[in-house]
């Protein structure tokens, strides 16, 4: 018989127990090794059996059991120290409360993600969008940042995944129980549920309830749309992460933004928490956020046009794709459909609306609602995640700021970081506390400076091997474990099985790849040439062993057949001791893989990996990389760190570039020379750097390498870093600019763009002329030109505009690199025809072919950069 209904029927806990809970409830416990440990010794057997999940314990554990903790004045002491040192992170005073410039620091930020990963036992979270997520909201925490995180819950979360016998993907989708979910129901003062609603066409409403979950000091907030009010259609929104079709995807996008909104007011309503000053949409999924904020603004009683000023004063946007093909796109009539008046967003014009999606560039297709496009128009900032992938933002969206150089476009940088303490091995923070203490180690892992991480360079080599050692063994055994658990999934039984003993050697060279399955990133690159590759797995004196692990998305069969290629060359009895495919890739893996593999594989079509922050988990375990020189790598990478992949862009291929593709046969040749490449490296430097031993039997060049990635790399990549960028420099001048624009002065603003569009068509550079000239024409190093430049600004006033030269070395096109500007200023009123006279100095400061010209640009101080509004004037044009 088949229950009909699913419910966890959960133990009273005795009334010194009743911290356990709350313990439980703060998913803080999923970075924290004293808490963890403590709910081990609840029951060990049930710890193991739930897979580390506390919820899931305090609801199996057997009532004799906490009866008898309960008298256990041991266990108590300890659940006391563990409660005390909870509330003392809750509520103590942290980097942020504590800043010199804390008074500028917004009161919260909301902070907007389709999908999180703080933890295995909440598995809402595919690949690494989601688990960047989950690592800023923990980081946030341990800094005492005030965001409110916004997402979905879903109710099968992401796919499990298994293999088919013959090696195929397999997808299951178990139904998550929020019940037995470390989340709790927000509730209004009557104790029903809070609930948000959107109006949907026909009449029809989307309602949703809230989940909490507790991460760290940070409200994580789950809109659920499973509720009984809702008809089938909408109960199905939050079903799955990534599924469905074009409608269900928009559904989806507007419940988390415009939504998510709601559920923030009422989180705040309800708790007192702050409202946040700034709102952080991560990626575009969520960029309906700010066309709620412009409804609300519009209640208010402010315009369209002031409205949208003060969303984009207090709205930060983060990209994190490098390719057009990897953006949310939407038919216009669809869109128009589900929004505005008779939709979910009354009272907003929806041409305005539109127009906010609109792909205003050359090659854009006008057609299409660009969530992307309109998140950058809906952000005052905006950023890429590694400053290689800023760059090639700034190149994707161009056509976005008409008449500036690509480098100019307003979308800056900061480089994702990972949380150490959920990714460093307990083992290697142990290494660590006892050099210089478990507080102050704490405090590197989560704070970051490099002064910390300093001691590290005083540990023995002995123990750093031994140490790098004991990881990798571990791994052995975590991936004989699952690699059998796979094979009876697909079907072998036990008498078959005696092989997978013999998979792995603690003693040999280990490299891990582990990553979502995209075409782009190569999980087949390893298998361009085989028998190059099995010679390198059983090379007689300097074998390499291999551990993969991937997830295609389900409607990727081009990804399941790169799967496949990989799992059936794996089960090759020659080599099957020395590769292995894993299935399900997920937080619960990866934890156990990035410490015990001596080497982390990355290698992507560069520059099409944004940032790719599974090296960086690694590296804080010890572990080197080998990677193309892309995302992180490309900024960071030091010989002292590990190696550099070398791609062919420079061998007649056309290099990639996010807007444009490479024919087969320029992918092809490309692969065959990148792979015979990374070949060469492991066989010729990594292989003979590991294997090369000194006295004691200990590769001291190898030892020293992990010990400067551990010391100098390490405080770089952590979250805790990226966080206080963010914080610094995007959310404080985002709340700075959030508090100057009140409805007046947005108005004011909107008024001043509309006035300056207007105007802009007239204004034009009439005259240049530098008034001192080197002798006999030349110019020499040193000379300063005095420059007079005449400029017609029509219906403009000298304060709407800066008048700026711009200066610096040609190429053979005449093309200025490396500009600089050097601002003109007026040198008296306008005459008749509006014309103002600039002048200004313009030194000749370095030698070469040197050139410049002269722009205007409007002017307001609260533009938080000269293109916010798309406008220039050069010679020569009007």
């Not at 127990?17 to 090794?33: C, E, G, K």
């Not at 990798?472 to 975590?478: A, F, I």
């Not at 709340?735 to 204004?763: I, Y």
Request: proline share 7%; glycine share 10%.
């Amino acid at each position: 018989m088949k229950a009909i209904r699913r419910f966890t029927v959960r133990p009273v806990l005795p009334e010194p127990l009743r911290p356990l809970s709350d313990l439980a409830r703060n998913l803080r416990w999923s970075w924290h090794t004293e808490t963890r440990d403590l709910f081990q010794a609840v029951d060990p057997d049930g710890w193991r059996a739930c897979d580390g999940d506390p919820v899931q314990l305090l609801g199996a554990v057997p009532a004799g059991r906490l009866a008898e903790l309960a008298a256990d004045r041991r266990f108590l002491r300890r659940l006391t120290a563990a409660a005390d040192d909870l509330d003392d992170y809750l509520h103590g005073r942290r980097w942020y409360q504590t800043h010199p410039r804390a008074a500028e620091f917004p009161a919260a930020v909301a902070y907007f993600s389709p999908e999180f990963g703080v933890t295995a036992a909440l598995p809402q979270y595919s690949g690494g969008l989601g688990i960047l997520a989950g690592d800023h909201l923990k980081a946030a925490s341990d800094l005492g940042a005030p965001l409110i995180g916004v997402g979905l819950l879903y109710r099968h979360g992401y796919f499990r995944q298994s293999l088919s016998r013959d090696g195929w993907q397999q997808e299951h989708y178990p139904l998550l129980d929020p019940d037995e979910l470390p989340v709790t129901l927000l509730r209004e003062p009557d104790g029903g549920p809070a609930q948000i609603s959107l109006a949907l066409p026909a009449g029809r409403s989307l309602r949703a309830h809230v989940w909490v979950a507790r991460v760290g000091r940070v409200p994580l907030l789950m809109l659920d749309s499973d509720v009984e009010e809702n008809g089938p259609g909408e109960r199905d929104v939050t079903d799955r992460l990534y599924g469905g079709g074009s409608e269900h995807r928009l559904l989806q996008e507007m419940l988390l933004g415009i939504g998510g909104v709601r559920a923030v007011r009422t989180y705040c309503r309800l708790t007192g928490h702050p409202e946040p000053e700034v709102f952080h949409t991560n990626e575009g999924h969520a960029g309906f956020l700010g066309l709620e904020r412009i409804r609300e603004a519009g209640e208010a009683g402010l315009g369209f046009d002031a409205a949208l000023e003060a969303v984009r004063a207090g709205t930060v946007f983060t990209t994190h794709t490098p390719v057009p093909a990897g953006i949310d796109r939407f038919d216009r009539e669809l869109v128009t459909r589900h929004l505005g008046d008779r939709g979910a967003l009354p009272g907003v014009p929806v041409d305005r609306i539109l127009r906010l999606g609109t792909e205003t560039y050359p090659g854009g297709d006008p057609q299409v609602f660009n969530m992307a496009v309109m998140g950058l128009r809906l952000a005052q900032r905006a950023n890429g995640v590694s400053t290689l992938h800023g760059a090639v933002s700034r190149g994707m969206f161009a056509g976005l700021w008409p008449g500036f150089d690509a480098d100019e476009v307003p979308i800056t940088s900061i480089t994702n970081g990972v949380h150490a303490p959920t990714w460093v091995a307990p083992e290697v923070f142990r290494l660590g506390a006892r050099r210089i203490g478990a507080g102050r180690a704490e405090d590197a892992l989560t704070v970051g400076g490099s002064d910390p991480w300093n001691p590290v360079a005083g540990i023995p080599d002995a123990e750093i091997w031994e140490l790098r050692r004991e990881l990798r063994e571990q791994l052995v055994t975590e991936v004989r474990a699952r690699l059998r658990a796979s094979w009876r999934q697909r079907g072998a039984g036990a008498a078959e099985l005696g092989w997978v003993d013999g998979v792995l050697d603690p003693d040999v060279l280990t490299i891990g790849f582990a990553r979502r399955v995209p075409s782009y990133k190569r999980l087949t690159l390893m298998l361009r040439d085989r028998d190059r590759l099995r010679s390198l797995l059983l090379h007689s004196e300097r074998p390499v062993q291999i551990v993969v692990a991937g997830k295609a998305h389900p409607a990727d069969d081009g990804g399941k057949r790169l799967v496949q290629e990989l799992v059936r060359f794996a089960d090759d009895p020659r080599v099957r001791h020395r590769i292995a495919f894993l299935p399900d890739y997920g937080m619960a893996m990866a934890q156990k893989l990035y410490p015990g593999c001596d080497v982390w594989l990355n290698n992507p079509l560069r520059p099409l990996e944004a940032c790719g922050t599974s090296g960086m988990k690694a590296a804080l375990n010890g572990c080197l990389n080998l990677s193309v020189l892309d995302g992180w790598w490309d900024e960071w990478y030091e010989p002292d760190f590990g190696w550099a992949i070398p791609t062919a862009d420079g061998d007649g291929i056309p290099a990639v570039s996010a807007m444009s593709t490479m024919s087969v046969m320029d992918e092809d040749r490309r692969d065959d020379l990148e792979a015979a490449a990374l070949y060469e490296l492991i066989e010729n430097r990594v292989a003979p750097r590991f294997y090369d031993r000194g006295p004691g039997g200990l590769p001291h060049h190898w030892v020293q390498m992990v010990r400067r990635t551990l010391a100098v790399l390490g405080p770089k990549v952590l979250a805790g870093r990226m966080v206080r960028e963010y914080v610094e420099r995007l959310y404080a001048p985002a709340a700075g600019a959030h508090r100057a624009l009140d409805a007046a002065t947005a108005g004011q603003l909107a008024g001043w763009k509309a006035r300056v569009r207007g105007a802009w068509p007239k204004v034009a550079v009439d005259h240049v002329e530098a008034v001192e000239h080197a002798p006999a024409g030349t110019a020499e190093l040193g000379v300063v030109l005095a420059l007079r430049v005449r400029v017609a600004l029509g219906d403009l006033a000298p304060d709407d505009v800066e008048v700026q030269a711009v200066a610096g070395r040609v190429d053979a096109d005449d093309a200025i690199t490396e500009a600089r500007p050097y601002p003109l200023k007026p040198a008296g009123g306008p005459d008749l025809e509006g014309r103002v006279v600039y002048e200004g100095p313009l030194p000749l400061d370095r030698t070469g072919a040197f050139g410049y010209t002269i722009r205007v640009l409007p002017s307001h101080p609260l533009l938080a950069s000269p293109a916010d509004l798309g406008l220039v004037a050069w010679p020569g044009t009007r």
